[in-house]
Every structure is written in C-alpha cells, then in structure tokens.
C-alpha cells in the first residue's frame, strides 16, 4: 500500500512540472494533495463570483499542465483516488481563513475544490475519513479541513475546539475511535502540527487545540499527520505526536527560495511503515522505519 503526498505547488512560477512524471513512476495506491495545489493571484477577494471564476480557472490550468494531467489520468485508469483538500492560497488567498470571512467566500472556494477534485464529503463539508490499503495494512486516511473554520490566534489560544470547530472536533474524535482496530490511521492537515522554525499557521500556536490533537493520537499506535504549507520536507515527534511534513512539489523554499521538486512516500506494510522524503536539496531527502511494535520516528 503506496501512499504519495505532496503539497504547494505555483504553476504561475513552475509552468513545466516533472516531478508529477517521478510520482507517477512509483504508480501509488493513493495520491494526496495537501493543500496550496494552486496559488489565487488576487489574496484580497471580498467577492465570492470572482474568487469562484478565478480558482476554478486556476485550477483548470493546473490540471491541464501535461505532467500533473498525466498523473491523475494514470490515477484514474488504475482506480486509485487523489485525495485534494485546500490550504490559504487555494481557498481565500495567502494566510487567510474562515472564522471572520463571510460565509458566502468560504463555501465559494470550498465548492471549487469539490468541483475541481471531487473529495469524499462529510455533509457540505470536505473533512473526510475512508479505508485504504490490504487485509492487515489497512490505513485509515482521516482528511482535516484545517481552514474552513480556522479563526484568529488570539481568539484562539484556549480553545479546544480551534482550527477545526466543534463539529468537526467531534467527527475527528469519533473517526479516530471508530477506527480503533485498523493498523494505521493517516490524518491529513493542510498545516502542520508542529511550529518547524516560526511556521504562523502550525496547530502548536494555538496550545489547546494542539494539545487535544496530541492527546487524541500519541497513544494510538500507527497514527501520523501528514501535512503540508512550509516549503520544505520535514518531520518531528517529540510532544509523542509522529509527523511527516511534505511540501514545496513546484515552489521556491521559504529561506534561500531555490526550487523544489519535493514529495513523500509512505509504504505501509503489515509491520512497519517507510517513509521517504524526496526533494532536489539534499536536507530535503530523508527516508525511515516506523515499526508498528515501535512507533516513532527514528
Ligand atoms: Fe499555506
């Protein structure tokens, strides 16, 4: 069971992707998009008409560009899903979020995402939760909408119920349980977990719901976050919580902005688990083991 992942990715800079080719050499079970898949132009919208017209034309753009077509064709002839949720820069525009924002915007860019990339829903929502993989690797591949109902920090320091809201919380909370009895649990975040270096939008800025994130998977064998936005591949696990953080797959990094060709690919075996990070830079490269008996990075 082969799971790729890759996130940010600014055709408006990278008009020619190859690295979509080098994914698809490794015909993946499962292809996730974590979110900055394309970038809005105009950060500013007020308009829901005009940010709907121009993420769908963004969209289709990204999608016609002949590497990454070649993939989700190649996905779609062998059955296998591609998983797409959004980041800021393909939902309202560069750090934005939707606690505050008009309604009417945030189900705008929400319903492009379901038009471009058609994800599982949970109601109108585009969190998700579905069961991949083969009898004894099974994964469950819970998808977080770590946007839609994201608000300020500073309204958010000693909320439980930060970044995700209180509906989705609950889901979250009883997908995790539900799935108590399958060997790996993948939960998908557009941000991350941890704050790498002064990551603004990592879950860790907000110390109660980050907590309650640690609470709920650092017991639970075989879970990791897998998430995007930072430019670069990382990963950490020292609060117990295990993440894998895969990011720039056609971006310029944030610090020394060379480009980056940067993706995951997590081999889920009835034993253990292998991690590669592949990138141009070399400190992007990174592959490990995480044995289920042995859960940690190491
Ligand atoms: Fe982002």
């Not at 969190?127 to 300020?152: H, M, N, Q, T």
């Amino acid at each position: 069971m082969k799971i790729a992942a890759a996130s940010c990715c600014k055709l408006q800079h990278f008009a020619s992707q190859p690295v979509w080719d080098e994914i698809r050499t490794e015909q993946p079970d499962a292809l996730i998009l974590l979110g900055d898949n394309i970038y809005l132009n105009h950060d500013f919208h007020s308009d829901p008409k005009k940010l709907a017209a121009e993420l769908r034309s963004l969209y289709a753009q990204q999608k016609a560009e002949p590497h990454f077509a070649a993939l989700l064709s190649d996905m779609d002839q062998r059955g296998k899903p591609v998983i797409a949720i959004y980041d800021d820069h393909d939902f309202l525009g560069n750090d934005r979020y939707g606690g505050g924002e008009d309604q009417a915007l945030c189900e705008a860019a929400r319903h492009e995402l379901v038009t471009a990339f058609s994800p599982l829903q949970t109601g109108d929502d585009v969190y998700s939760r579905r069961r991949l993989g083969s009898p004894g690797a099974e994964v469950e591949v819970i998808v977080l909408d770590a946007r839609f109902y994201r608000r300020k920090i500073t309204d958010s320091i000693f909320d439980r119920d930060a970044m995700l809201g209180a509906n989705q919380w609950a889901w979250f909370e009883q997908a995790v349980a539900a799935a108590k009895d399958v060997p790996y649990l993948l939960v998908v975040s557009s941000t991350t977990a941890y704050s790498y270096g002064l990551v603004e939008d990592a879950w860790e800025r907000c110390p109660a719901a980050f907590k309650r994130l640690c609470d709920l998977l650092r017991k639970r064998r075989g879970a990791l976050v897998v998430s995007g936005d930072i430019h670069g591949n990382d990963r950490y696990d020292e609060a117990g919580l295990v993440e894998i953080v895969t990011s720039g797959v056609a971006r310029r990094g944030l610090v020394f902005g060379k480009p980056r060709a940067n993706y995951a690919l997590f081999d889920f075996g009835p034993q253990s688990l292998r991690v590669e990070q592949r990138g141009l830079k070399s400190s992007d490269r990174w592959t490990g083991v995480l044995p289920l008996n042995h859960w940690q990075l190491p």
